[in-house]
């Protein structure tokens, strides 16, 4: 078992910068696919970023250039940079850990957090 626990959300302005923690407890993520997903109110959740165990990452094209994911194997944590912020990124933010093939599909992964608050003021 793999628990997720992610932090660092919170309200920003339009333009502003949030850095998003996944902390994983029970297993080390180093062989471990981690995703980022969002769900704004009254959509479904979609995928935000994927980063594999190798380094490769992978961005849904409406954050590529501005979110990165990074993962520190020593921390057994996962990050995502998110830079240029608007309003349309507002969303619950989760982190997730599946197998090493694991794509974009929310039902590719395992393990889900429970979820952290992102909120962008216009």
């Known amino acids: 078992q793999v628990q997720l626990v992610e932090s660092g959300g919170g309200l920003v302005q339009a333009g502003g910068s949030l850095r998003l923690s996944c902390a994983a407890s029970?297993?080390?993520?180093?062989?471990?696919?981690m995703g980022w997903f969002r769900q704004a109110p009254g959509k479904e959740r979609e995928f935000v970023g994927l980063?594999?165990?190798?380094?490769?990452?992978y961005y849904a094209g409406s954050v590529k250039g501005r979110f990165t994911i990074s993962r520190d194997n020593a921390k057994n944590t996962v990050y995502l940079q998110m830079n240029s912020l608007n309003p349309e990124d507002t969303a619950v933010y989760y982190c997730?850990?599946?197998?090493?093939?694991?794509?974009?599909?929310?039902?590719?992964?395992?393990?889900w957090g429970q979820g952290t608050q992102v909120t962008v003021s216009s």
């Open positions: 029970g297993r080390t993520i180093d062989n471990y696919a």
């Open positions: 997730a850990a599946g197998p090493s093939h694991s794509t974009a599909s929310t039902g590719g992964y395992d393990y």
């Open positions: 980063g594999w165990s190798s380094g490769h990452t």
